[in-house]
Protein backbone atom coordinates (compact mmCIF):
# COMPACT_ATOMS: atom_id res chain seq x y z
CA UNK A 1 0.00 0.00 0.00
CA UNK A 2 1.92 3.29 -0.86
CA UNK A 3 1.76 6.13 2.04
CA UNK A 4 3.27 9.83 1.63
CA UNK A 5 4.30 11.86 3.88
CA UNK A 6 2.42 15.37 4.55
CA UNK A 7 5.06 16.95 3.11
CA UNK A 8 4.69 14.62 -0.04
CA UNK A 9 0.96 14.75 -0.19
CA UNK A 10 1.10 18.66 -0.05
CA UNK A 11 3.03 18.75 -3.49
CA UNK A 12 0.89 16.20 -5.15
CA UNK A 13 -2.23 18.25 -4.74
CA UNK A 14 -0.77 21.37 -4.90
CA UNK A 15 -1.53 22.99 -1.70
CA UNK A 16 0.87 23.62 1.83
CA UNK A 17 1.61 21.36 4.30
CA UNK A 18 -0.51 23.25 6.58
CA UNK A 19 -3.59 22.69 4.52
CA UNK A 20 -3.08 18.96 4.74
CA UNK A 21 -2.40 19.14 8.46
CA UNK A 22 -5.76 20.92 8.37
CA UNK A 23 -7.37 18.42 6.33
CA UNK A 24 -6.08 15.71 8.94
CA UNK A 25 -7.50 18.10 11.95
CA UNK A 26 -10.87 18.36 10.46
CA UNK A 27 -10.91 14.45 9.30
CA UNK A 28 -11.11 14.50 5.49
CA UNK A 29 -7.79 12.47 5.66
CA UNK A 30 -6.43 10.31 8.13
CA UNK A 31 -2.92 9.21 9.13
CA UNK A 32 -1.33 6.50 10.55
CA UNK A 33 2.52 5.94 11.77
CA UNK A 34 5.24 4.41 9.30
CA UNK A 35 8.04 2.44 10.50
CA UNK A 36 9.87 5.19 11.84
CA UNK A 37 6.78 7.34 13.79
CA UNK A 38 6.35 9.69 10.93
CA UNK A 39 2.34 10.50 9.86
CA UNK A 40 1.78 9.19 6.43
CA UNK A 41 -1.14 9.07 4.34
CA UNK A 42 -2.67 5.96 2.77
CA UNK A 43 -2.29 6.21 -1.02
CA UNK A 44 -5.88 5.27 -1.87
CA UNK A 45 -7.03 7.45 0.51
CA UNK A 46 -5.47 11.01 -0.64
CA UNK A 47 -6.42 9.95 -4.72
CA UNK A 48 -9.86 9.92 -3.78
CA UNK A 49 -9.63 13.33 -1.74
CA UNK A 50 -7.84 14.55 -4.33
CA UNK A 51 -10.82 13.64 -6.87
CA UNK A 52 -12.87 15.30 -4.58
CA UNK A 53 -10.65 18.64 -4.75
CA UNK A 54 -10.42 18.43 -8.97
CA UNK A 55 -13.41 21.08 -9.83
CA UNK A 56 -12.71 21.46 -13.63
CA UNK A 57 -14.45 24.40 -15.25
CA UNK A 58 -17.61 23.65 -16.82
CA UNK A 59 -17.21 23.02 -20.60
CA UNK A 60 -18.45 26.07 -22.43
CA UNK A 61 -19.08 24.24 -25.77
CA UNK A 62 -22.33 22.18 -25.16
CA UNK A 63 -21.12 19.55 -27.55
CA UNK A 64 -21.82 16.35 -26.78
CA UNK A 65 -18.94 14.12 -27.45
CA UNK A 66 -17.59 10.33 -26.36
CA UNK A 67 -14.08 11.70 -25.49
CA UNK A 68 -13.90 12.21 -21.84
CA UNK A 69 -10.64 14.01 -21.20
CA UNK A 70 -11.44 17.65 -21.92
CA UNK A 71 -9.27 20.63 -20.38
CA UNK A 72 -10.91 23.86 -20.26
CA UNK A 73 -8.74 26.57 -19.59
CA UNK A 74 -7.20 30.26 -21.59
CA UNK A 75 -5.15 30.25 -24.66
CA UNK A 76 -1.62 31.40 -23.61
CA UNK A 77 0.31 31.19 -27.25
CA UNK A 78 -0.28 31.11 -30.30
CA UNK A 79 2.51 30.46 -32.83
CA UNK A 80 1.03 30.47 -36.76
CA UNK A 81 2.72 30.03 -39.85
CA UNK A 82 1.47 29.54 -43.53
CA UNK A 83 0.31 26.25 -43.33
CA UNK A 84 0.47 25.18 -39.27
CA UNK A 85 -0.14 26.61 -35.67
CA UNK A 86 0.67 25.78 -32.01
CA UNK A 87 -1.64 26.13 -29.87
CA UNK A 88 -0.67 26.42 -25.84
CA UNK A 89 -3.59 26.14 -23.21
CA UNK A 90 -3.36 26.31 -19.38
CA UNK A 91 -6.16 24.29 -17.93
CA UNK A 92 -5.37 24.58 -14.40
CA UNK A 93 -2.01 23.12 -13.52
CA UNK A 94 -2.15 21.58 -17.03
CA UNK A 95 -0.37 22.81 -20.17
CA UNK A 96 -1.91 21.66 -23.41
CA UNK A 97 -0.76 22.02 -26.30
CA UNK A 98 -2.38 21.27 -29.56
CA UNK A 99 -0.76 21.31 -33.61
CA UNK A 100 -3.62 21.95 -36.17
CA UNK A 101 -3.97 24.44 -39.25
CA UNK A 102 -3.25 28.54 -39.29
CA UNK A 103 -7.00 27.91 -41.07
CA UNK A 104 -8.57 25.87 -37.86
CA UNK A 105 -7.06 29.15 -35.67
CA UNK A 106 -8.25 31.82 -37.88
CA UNK A 107 -12.04 29.95 -37.84
CA UNK A 108 -11.86 29.11 -34.32
CA UNK A 109 -10.42 32.97 -33.37
CA UNK A 110 -8.02 31.76 -31.21
CA UNK A 111 -5.44 34.06 -29.47
CA UNK A 112 -3.91 34.63 -26.23
CA UNK A 113 -6.75 34.80 -23.53
CA UNK A 114 -9.61 33.24 -25.68
CA UNK A 115 -11.32 30.51 -23.53
CA UNK A 116 -10.86 26.93 -25.24
CA UNK A 117 -11.51 23.59 -24.07
CA UNK A 118 -8.68 21.16 -25.55
CA UNK A 119 -10.60 17.29 -26.14
CA UNK A 120 -8.06 14.46 -25.83
CA UNK A 121 -9.16 11.35 -27.37
CA UNK A 122 -6.42 8.72 -27.60
CA UNK A 123 -5.88 4.98 -28.44
CA UNK A 124 -2.39 5.21 -26.28
CA UNK A 125 -1.74 6.76 -23.05
CA UNK A 126 1.43 6.15 -21.85
CA UNK A 127 2.07 6.28 -17.80
CA UNK A 128 5.07 6.29 -15.59
CA UNK A 129 6.45 6.10 -12.17
CA UNK A 130 9.24 7.63 -10.74
CA UNK A 131 11.87 5.16 -10.16
CA UNK A 132 11.72 3.60 -6.70
CA UNK A 133 7.85 3.95 -6.90
CA UNK A 134 6.34 2.77 -3.92
Do not use: C
Not at 65 to 79: D, E, K, M, W, Y
Request: charged residues 20%.
Amino acid sequence: MPQYRISEAARLLGVSDDTVRRWVEQGALSTTADAVGRQVLDGAALAAHARTLAQAPADPSGVGRSARNRFVGLVTAVTTDTVMAQVEIQAGPHRVVSLMSSEAVRELGLEVGSLAVAVVKATTVIVETPAGAR
